[in-house]
Structure formats: structure tokens, C-alpha cells
């Protein structure tokens, strides 16, 4: 066999060992092995960046890209629902949740519907102002009136959102029983969009005032679950298409992780208080 393909057999480092015996006299055979033994692929310049990225950079960066998500899904529902592409879909789960003997009633018993009564008022005007102005209290009372403000104006700037996006597309109701009374348009649903706007960006704001994991996680799961039943309530009371609450969500939803960066970014600055201890 020729000397060069002998050379080729024989792995780099022990090589080096071999034509240089000195190495092993001066100690640095293990320093040869284990520079060879290094892969030679470089890594990736992604993960590059998401090394060298700070926590708060690349929680903004998961921000963005659910807000990019939601916001693409809301332009695809949005169309498919002016185009009319969704309607079989809503009057199939409509129909879901009506009687068989009276298309006009939910189905279930009695106690069913007054409880969902009770839970879509969890999403009305009035119980969402008690709720935000309690908590924007809460805040100032506590020290954290920088916080306070941007609840306050974050919830409000939510609202006007909600209200032009009802406005702009007009969307006719289904048939409304006779006993429930509404004012707006259909799409999205008001109660879907106010209810992800005020519990999700009060959840995304006061979980920035807390270092806890678990409060955290908790603020948060129980702010996605009223989200989620207000707007069930609608689907099962019949005041509105299931596209509607869907469309509702991803406003909502979208507002609340804008919110949460703003947050984020100006707790950076110094301009709003940042985390404090938790347990």
C-alpha cells in the first residue's frame, strides 16, 4: 500500500502524534486530539443570533411573530367571510347548538342557558369598565401608576379598534331570538374581541409587573379561559357566527401581544416599573 493511503487510513490527530513523537514527550497530545476531534461544520448564522441575543430581544421576537400569525389569519378569515365562503360553516355549528323542537332556543336545559346568560356578560361594556378601572386602581395604589396609565390606555385604544372593525365590514347577525337585544354589527364579535382585549392585555400587562413563574402562568390561563367561554356564550346564545368569536380572538389576541411588547419596551426604557419579586 502506498504511503499516502496509509496516511488516509489513519485519523488526523493520531497522525500528528505519529510524525511528531515530541508531543507526547511535552504533554499536548491531548490538545492535538481534541482540536481534531472538533466538528468542522460552523454553526448556523440563526442560532448565531439567538445565542447573542438578550431574554428581552428574543421575547420580543416571539412576540412578533405571533402578532405576524395572527394578523395573516385574521386577513384570511376576513376575506373568506366577505367573499361568503364561511356560511355553510356557521349555520352547521349554529344549528349545533339550537333545539330540535325550537330552532329559536339554545339547546340544554333551562339552568344551561341563564348560566350562559351570566357568562356572556363577563364580556359586556359595563363589567369590562368595573373590571379595568379596578385594576388600574389596583396599580396606582401599589406604586405602579407608569403601569396603571398604560392599562388604562391600552384597554381604551382596544375598544376604538374593535368598535371600527364592527364598522367597517357591517356584517348582518344571524336571526336573533326575541328576549336578546344587540346594537352592532356582527363581525367580529364585540364581546370576543373587548373580552381577549381587556382580560389577554390586562393578563400580558400584569404579568410584566411579576417575576413569579407561576403567577405568571396563572394570570395567563385564566385569562385565556374568560376569553374563551365569552365567546362560546356567543356561539351558544346565537347572537353571533362562530367566525365572528374566531375573528374576535385574533384581534383580541393580536392587541394583547402588541400590548405586551409595548410593555416590555418601555419597561427597558425606564418609563414603566419593572418586575418585581415574586415568591
Keep these: 500500500m502506498r504511503e499516502t493511503e496509509k496516511r488516509k487510513l489513519i485519523p488526523r490527530g493520531k497522525l500528528a502524534l505519529i510524525l511528531n513523537p515530541g508531543l507526547l514527550l511535552h504533554g499536548r497530545a491531548d490538545t492535538v486530539m481534541q482540536r481534531r476531534s472538533r466538528p468542522s461544520s460552523s ?37 373568506q367571510v366577505v367573499e361568503g365562503d364561511t356560511k355553510a360553516f356557521d349555520e ?46 389596583y396599580l396606582t395604589v ?19 379598534l374593535s368598535n371600527s372593525l364592527k364598522s367597517a365590514f357591517s356584517r348582518p347577525r344571524p336571526f336573533i331570538p326575541p328576549d336578546l337585544l344587540v346594537f352592532t354589527a356582527s363581525f367580529p364579535s364585540g364581546h370576543a374581541t373587548l373580552s381577549a382585549v381587556v382580560y389577554l392585555t390586562l393578563g400580558a400587562l400584569l404579568c410584566r ?9 396563572y394570570i395567563l390561563c385564566f385569562a385565556v379561559f374568560l376569553t374563551g367561554i365569552v365567546g362560546l356564550s356567543r356561539i351558544y346564545l346565537g347572537v353571533h357566527w362562530p367566525t365572528d368569536v374566531v375573528a374576535g380572538w385574533l384581534v383580541g389576541g393580536t392587541w394583547a401581544l402588541l400590548c405586551w411588547l409595548a410593555m416590555i419596551w418601555l419597561q427597558g426604557r425606564g418609563e414603566v416599573e419593572p418586575e418585581r419579586a415574586g415568591p
Excluded: C, Y
Design 92 to 137: 352547521r355549528v349554529l344549528q349545533f347548538f339550537r333545539a330540535p323542537a325550537n330552532p329559536l332556543l339554545p339547546a340544554g336545559p333551562p339552568w344551561l342557558r341563564e348560566a350562559m346568560r351570566d357568562v356572556t356578560a363577563l364580556g359586556s361594556a359595563v363589567v369590562l369598565t368595573i373590571i379595568v378601572v379596578g385594576v388600574a386602581a
Design 209 to 217: 409587573t411579576q417575576s413569579s413563574s407561576a403567577v405568571k402562568t
Design 43 to 79: 454553526m448556523s448564522p440563526f442560532r448565531s443570533l439567538l445565542r447573542a441575543a438578550s431574554d428581552v430581544e428574543k421575547r420580543m421576537l416571539v412576540g412578533v411573530i405571533l402578532v405576524t400569525v395572527f394578523v395573516l389569519g385574521f386577513g384570511l378569515l376576513a376575506s
Design 142 to 160: 401599589s406604586g405602579l401608576r407608569h403601569a396603571a396609565a398604560m392599562v388604562l390606555g391600552s384597554v381604551a385604544l382596544g375598544v376604538l
